[in-house]
């Protein structure tokens, strides 16, 4: 899934248990429960990231936006929704160190939390771009009821 | 995904958000959430024809209604909402059911156009990607987690 939405799940989960010794290992666990969801993305194999990294950097900035615009919106828990949404939507840091075997779906010489990681992401595509969007006002509406 | 963890995250929707405007169509849309998951059954994509035919799937049943009657103690005195969204969670399973008893079973292939035979082949089952028996450790898992946490809330 996108940075944003995995940014803005990590928010929801803070906002909502309230609880560091619940919220953060949930944050992370949530990282792999939304990329079994099928999602926007080029699948392994297919991604040429010259190609791809606009989309990569208009994601991360909004995600960088949002994530902003929360921890001034919910301050009094900085800490906790700052930690949860980078646990959440920290994980995908690793495709930066493996975006050779991305290119060309080769999965020789990965950890095995990335080979979950993969495998879990077993449907990316171009209409998956409405399931991140209807996610991302779910989140939202969310988070505005919280508010 | 068993009975228990649909109607589970639906209750715990509930309680975390208790904005009925916004709770009901997040429970509904949960259920595919947990559908995406890996999580118990049997590969082939066929639904209960295939895993009626495994005695596992009989010990599962048997620990879905221990696990709903866990939940339902759990929830106990909580509001409308709550309940509501535990059923809502759980609607599209009843697809499936329908898929099966009214379809495939009875071999009633007139009914196999209609729009719930349909949306339930197209996405919802699609959407199980990864139906498998060991997935059980996963369901037991998620049950124990959103069990506690619905404790937790409440």
């Known amino acids: 899934m996108t940075a944003t939405n995995h940014t803005l799940t990590g928010a929801v989960i803070a906002l909502t ?3 560091p010794a619940l919220a953060v290992p949930l944050a992370f666990v949530s990282h792999f429960v939304l990329d079994a969801i099928p999602h926007f993305g080029v699948p392994p194999g297919q991604l040429v990231l010259k190609k791809y990294y606009k989309i990569v950097a208009a994601d991360l900035t909004t995600a960088a ?36 075997n991305l290119e060309k779906d080769n999965k020789t010489g990965l950890d095995l939390l990335t080979r979950f990681h993969w495998w879990i992401q077993w449907k990316e ?18 988070i505005l009821n919280l508010r | 995904m068993t009975a228990t963890n649909h109607a589970a995250a639906g209750a715990l929707i509930a309680l975390t958000i208790k904005e009925p405007g916004l709770v009901l169509p997040l429970a509904f849309i949960s259920h595919f959430v947990m559908d995406a998951l890996p999580h118990f059954g049997y590969p082939g994509n066929k639904g209960y024809g295939e895993a009626l035919k495994h ?26 909402l709550t309940y509501a969204a535990g059923i809502t969670a759980l609607l599209p399973d009843f697809a499936g059911l329908y898929n099966y008893f009214g379809i495939e079973r009875n071999k009633n292939h007139g009914r196999s156009n209609s729009l719930i ?38």
Request: charged fraction near 15%.
């Open chain 1, 17 to 19: 248990l309230k609880n």
């Open chain 1, 65 to 100: 936006l949002l994530a902003g615009i929360l921890l001034i919106m919910f301050n009094n828990h900085f800490w906790l929704v700052f930690g949860c949404m980078a646990l959440s939507a920290g994980p995908d840091i690793v495709w930066w160190f493996y975006r050779k």
């Open chain 1, 125 to 142: 595509f171009s209409k998956g771009i409405y399931i991140e969007v209807a996610w991302f006002i779910a989140m939202g509406a969310i």
């Open chain 2, 55 to 80: 005695k596992l799937t009989y010990s599962v049943i048997l620990l879905d209604i221990i696990g709903l009657t866990i939940l339902i103690w759990f929830v106990a005195g909580a509001n409308w």
């Open chain 2, 117 to 154: 035979a349909k949306l339930h082949k197209k996405y919802h089952r699609r959407l199980e990607w990864c139906e498998r028996p060991w997935s059980l450790f996963i369901e037991v898992l998620l049950a124990t987690l959103l069990l506690f946490l619905i404790h937790y809330i409440k």
